[in-house]
């Protein structure tokens, strides 16, 4: 089961919080909330971010390391805590398997060598690998700065790893976090909208637990996982996969390296894309489906960060012609041979229900009773569980060992040379959301349109100044864009958001340079350098 | 570009390299917080009736378990009490004066009176000064309390004319009064940007909003109270207009405002026009479209629009408060023809 081992609540309990690759101020404002209550009970608060962002201004410690050194950073942090026998000796014994081989793995990676890879300095590793490992309690959580990487994975592991050395896992207070992007990112995997998951996690190539899908479905599935959307984009190009039906996404302007996606999206013999925005994506396809918005037109559930199920109602009759996910899902069905019936959606979560043992104890009734449960909840007397892997701490232990992983430090795959000496990393920014596709409809008086923003150093070193537009270059394509400085960025580091494509395309800039293991994209770092604009046309 | 390898269904070996990928876990013991300290009882006497409640309790959560209603304008469950407003008193004997119910804490054998004529007479003044000085008419509880008060606010004369933006003339300098009318804090609306209005017209001072913006919920302290007495008032840092203070539009002054001082622009344009039908609008919780946090929004309906969206104060995940997309994000749902907006 994959999702955030803590609930909201330990945020506001716990000693130390540590945000990695997180600017949770400005992309996860509610959740940050809960942060601070907790930084005003006394909870010490790190964050880890190569910018000097909104949130590392409320940290009693900001480490800026280099884009991409995530890795050096923790097993550096790692090393120190065997190094001081701070290590949680007890947990590790009774929890955890493959200790020796992770601290062989680690033990290269002094303070100095955490200090050269990462930039940050080895006594601010130091002392952030003592307070995480002396804390009692210690939430460690992380977001796109992690896993937009070419090894997201690994970086994932590596926080893991932290965690299980320190025995900050499992316990109230204690936990693992990545804090979600959207409303039902949890609850897409949670339903299986993985490639090799069905809903409940249950893994689609264990062929007892594919066969009672197969029972209540009466249908086959195919018996092996299918592939991730970097995957797919990759299969197009081989020509093995010709016809797309996506459902709310706009991979026209949100893949990195935009241009080869909008390249292969043309090249496709079908396109069908169901939304309720007519995207860029959508104007490519051969087939749109106007779908009712689901938080607001129709009836279900979303899963938060903190494996929290919650109703969504339908508020709103959708517009004429325009359906429900489900109807259109149904109407297919029909056409294509098998009729379902009338949708429903409680009777559809209570199928899910009874093939998906966490949900099992989630009818609607008590999801409204109890304004939301978090999973797992097996059955209809159990409360839902504050935080996982309790198991951990049983004794004797329930269930297998939790297995260390070793993992080495790889820089980005986009490297920085004499042609492209700027770092150029993206993120989001307060009042926006992603492609813009929902936020540019209101009119926020904090918005000022996309920027490429430097260091003032960095202004002075390439004689620049603010709002100047400049060609952008990277090695896979070029975007004109105005310059703002920003003092939260050292020299050497640019940003960009993806907010506003009409503008920018922020994405024919950025490297897809793809996780094998997840299929994100590296869409925070890449290389690129910065033209001035013939002096002739004004700034 | 560098040539990629070509894509089978074994490229994805993350689970399959896992250990036990593909069995389920057991099920753990159930997970639970800490126990809480437990509290000791404490009974005291309200209005006669011996009440039992937890230590640590406020006067004015004793008076609830008695079913009392006690009227509060500063107060709210999502905020600490500040005290200001004065309408919660309550008689506590043995002390000099009475004591606002919202931030007194119990304690044993304590003897108090909600009701007695001491108790309605420093209710209805307080109601009466707001009422004489302020524009309370999109402050409908006021409004009740007033006539539950028998408040006549009118007594005090008729409104004086407005003095204008209170920042203009020198501080603490007034007018000797002529006893014929009433001061008031009437100001022009301030409409600086197109999401929120601020009408200081309306404003009864309590200070809510500026904890709102502060350390109970937003930390963004964008506004604070400026001014001494009857010039005291809410502003931004030098009166710069919201778009040139700190101000992130988080909307949770709004949320907690009682009077209509501080509404979204939106709604303000539909009540100018005539247009905002409350007892017309459905409220329907759902969950905001935006990140994964999971914040419950109430969304409230008028014509199948959309018109405004709050959140529940009793919302663990919220407590009433929720970020810029949360408030105004819902726009592009408007009930408008769904064109590209990319």
């Known amino acids: ?539 | 570009m560098e040539k990629k390898k070509p894509v089978t269904q074994d490229s994805f070996p993350f689970i399959a390299s896992a250990p036990s990928p593909t069995v389920p876990v057991p099920p753990g013991p159930i997970p639970a917080p800490p126990p809480a300290a437990p509290r000791n009882e404490v009974a005291l006497t309200i209005d006669g009736k011996t009440a039992r409640v937890p230590e640590g309790s406020t006067l004015l959560e004793a008076c609830k378990t008695q079913g009392i209603d006690t009227p509060t304008l500063c107060y709210l469950e999502n905020l600490n009490p500040v005290n200001v407003c004065r309408v919660c008193v309550v008689e506590l004997e043995g002390a000099r004066t009475l004591v606002p119910a919202c931030s007194r804490r119990v304690e044993n054998g304590m003897v108090v009176r909600t009701d007695n004529e001491r108790v309605r007479l420093s209710r209805r003044m307080v109601l009466e000064f707001l009422a004489s000085s302020v524009d309370v008419s999109t402050a409908p509880e006021l409004q009740s309390y007033l006539e539950r008060y028998g408040g006549q606010p009118e007594r005090y004369g008729p409104a004086a004319p407005a003095a204008g933006e209170p920042e203009a003339g020198p501080a603490g300098v007034h007018a000797a009064p002529d006893g014929l009318t009433a001061a008031t804090v009437a100001q022009p609306v301030k409409i600086d940007n197109d999401l929120y209005v601020r009408d200081y017209g309306k404003c009864i001072l309590c200070y809510k909003c500026v904890q709102a913006c502060g350390e109970e919920a937003q930390n963004t302290f964008a506004i604070a109270v400026a001014g001494r007495g009857f010039d005291s008032r809410i502003s931004t840092e030098f009166s710069v207009p919201l778009p040139d203070s700190a101000c992130v539009y988080c909307g949770n002054c709004i949320g907690v405002c009682p009077t209509g001082a501080l509404m979204f622009k939106s709604e303000y344009d539909m009540r100018e026009a005539g247009n905002w039908k409350e007892s017309e609008q459905q409220r329907t919780d759902t969950i905001c479209p935006y990140c994964g946090v999971g914040c419950t929004l109430t969304l409230h309906v008028q014509d199948n629009q959309i018109v405004k969206a709050t959140s529940p104060l009793d919302q663990e995940v919220t407590r009433g408060h929720l970020c810029i997309k949360g408030r105004f994000g819902w726009q592009f749902i408007r009930g408008k023809d769904k064109k590209k907006s990319s």
Request: glycine share 10%; net charge negative; aromatic share 8%.
């Open chain 1, 1 to 539: 089961m994959g999702g955030g081992t803590s609930s909201y609540q330990e945020i506001e309990e716990t000693d130390l919080i540590l945000l990695w690759g997180s600017n949770a101020r400005d992309t996860h404002p509610i959740f940050f909330h809960h942060v601070l209550k907790g930084v005003k009970r006394g909870a010490r608060l790190f964050v880890i971010d190569p910018r000097r962002t909104s949130s590392a201004q409320w940290a009693d410690g900001w480490l800026g390391l280099e884009v991409g050194s995530d890795i050096a950073l923790s097993n550096a942090m790692a090393r120190e805590i065997l190094d001081a026998g701070l290590e949680n000796r007890s947990f590790i014994d009774h929890a955890t398997s493959g200790f020796d081989e992770y601290c062989r793995s680690v033990d290269p990676y002094t303070l100095e060598r955490g200090e050269r890879e990462t930039g940050v300095p080895a006594e601010s590793i130091r002392k952030l690998a003592h307070e995480y490992a002396r804390a009692q309690r210690a939430e460690l959580c992380w977001t796109l700065g992690i896993t937009e990487h070419h090894n997201a994975v690994d970086n994932v592991l590596a926080l893991i790893n932290l965690a299980l050395l320190t025995g900050h896992v499992g316990k109230y207070g204690s936990g693992l976090n990545p804090l979600r992007g959207q409303n039902n990112v949890q609850g897409g995997g949670d339903m299986g909208a993985i490639p090799d998951r069905l809903p409940g996690f249950q893994h689609v190539e264990n062929d007892s637990l594919r066969n009672r899908f197969e029972e209540a479905w009466g249908a086959k599935i195919p018996p092996r996982r299918g592939l991730h959307l970097s995957g797919m984009f990759d299969a197009m190009e081989e020509g093995k996969l010709s016809a797309l039906y996506i459902l709310g996404e706009n991979p026209a302007v949100s893949e990195a390296d935009q241009g080869r996606a909008q390249r292969l999206l043309e090249g496709l013999e079908c396109l069908v894309v169901q939304d309720l925005l007519m995207t860029d994506t959508a104007a490519m396809a051969d087939v749109v489906l106007p779908a009712a918005a689901g938080w607001c037109e129709s009836e279900g559930t979303v899963t938060s960060s903190e494996r929290k199920v919650q109703r969504v109602r339908r508020a709103l009759s959708p517009p004429p012609g325009v359906r429900d996910d489900l109807e259109i899902i149904y109407e297919l069905s029909r056409r294509l041979g098998k009729d379902w019936g009338t949708p429903d959606p409680k009777r559809i979560w209570d199928e899910l229900r009874s093939l998906s043992p966490m949900h099992r104890g989630m009818p609607y009734e008590r999801l409204e009773a109890l304004d939301g449960i978090r999973w797992p909840c097996y059955d209809e007397s159990h409360p839902g569980e504050l935080f996982l892997h309790s198991r951990l701490w049983q004794e004797p232990l329930l269930g297998p060992q939790a297995p260390f992983s070793p993992v080495e430090f790889e820089p980005p795959v986009d490297k920085l040379d004499d042609q492209f000496p700027l770092r150029l990393t993206t993120g989001r920014r307060l009042d926006s959301y992603n492609t813009g596709a929902q936020t540019s409809s209101y009119s926020s008086p904090l918005r000022r349109g996309e920027s490429l923003d430097l260091s003032p150093e960095d202004g002075e070193l390439y004689g620049v100044r603010e709002g100047e537009r400049v060609r952008v270059i990277s090695r896979r394509g070029s975007v004109i864009a105005p310059i703002r400085f920003d003092t939260g960025l050292r020299p050497g580091l640019a940003f960009m958001t993806l907010h506003f494509p009409d503008e920018v395309q922020t994405n024919q800039l950025t490297i897809d340079a793809v996780d094998p293991k997840s299929g994100t994209a590296e869409f925070k770092a890449s290389a690129i350098r910065i033209v001035k604009l013939a002096a002739s046309r004004p700034g």
